[in-house]
């Protein structure tokens, strides 16, 4: 079974540019959330996608947007990138939207 | 939205000492997890325990879902132990993704 993988591990952006980052779930799971985390935080939910539709979003401006896959893989993406927007990006996969498992994590530089 | 309270927010012990960690939310859940977040960030997930008690080697947790509050035990601390632990919590169909507390951070001295 594999687990839940993100990429890129790191990224480094200048303010105003526009990032992608990816996920992809664990097997046989068709739900995946997206959450930021702050240093010295807890992550906090952006959005999350069941079965290709967005059902749930946090408050967060509509710069930040996703996408989800027929295989259940996903894509967060930000458009007109601030300072504030550092942070460590997490993915998580669950089955029908209960127990979620979370991915590495993409850490977010923004210059 | 709903609250989450963690306590105490840092916690410093010697090896092989016990401890108790807990959460208290502010309404009802229908999810309730506990995790360990290690340096390089990972959340590894200990227990999904919206209600009842559950335990898994030297770790143990209880949720009271009528009391609205969670506990942690950590028995016979290892220095592997060290890093914050979360408690996060959904509730309604799960649309709105886990709230997270601000986690407790641990530090085992050998």
């Known amino acids: 079974e594999t687990g839940v993988t993100q990429s890129p591990t790191h990224l480094i952006k200048t303010r105003g540019q526009q990032v992608t980052l990816r996920c992809s779930s664990q097997?046989?799971?068709?739900?995946v959330s997206w959450y930021q985390q702050a240093l010295g935080q807890g992550p906090q939910f952006i959005f999350q996608y069941y079965r290709e539709e967005e059902n749930g979003r946090g408050n967060f401006p509509p710069r930040f947007s996703g996408l989800q896959f027929p295989n259940y893989s996903s894509e967060l993406n930000v458009n007109a990138l601030e300072l504030d927007d550092s942070a460590l990006y997490l993915c998580?996969?669950?089955?029908?939207?209960?127990?979620?498992?979370f991915g590495p994590g993409t850490r977010l530089t923004v210059t | 939205g709903i609250q989450v309270e963690q306590s105490p927010p840092d916690l410093i012990l010697q090896e092989g000492a016990n401890s108790t960690l807990r959460c208290n939310f502010s309404d009802s859940v229908n999810n309730l997890q506990w995790f360990h977040q290690n340096p390089w960030g990972q959340l590894i997930n200990l227990f999904y325990i919206p209600s009842g008690t559950k335990q898994n080697g030297r770790l143990s947790a209880t949720t009271v879902a009528t009391e609205r509050y969670s506990l942690l035990y950590i028995s016979s601390s290892q220095t592997t132990d060290s890093g914050v632990y979360f408690c996060a919590v959904g509730s309604g169909g799960g649309a709105d993704g886990l709230t997270f507390g601000k986690g407790t951070h641990l530090i085992i001295q050998p």
């Open positions: 998580a996969s669950s089955l029908d939207r209960y127990e979620q498992y």
């Open positions: 097997s046989g799971h068709n739900t």
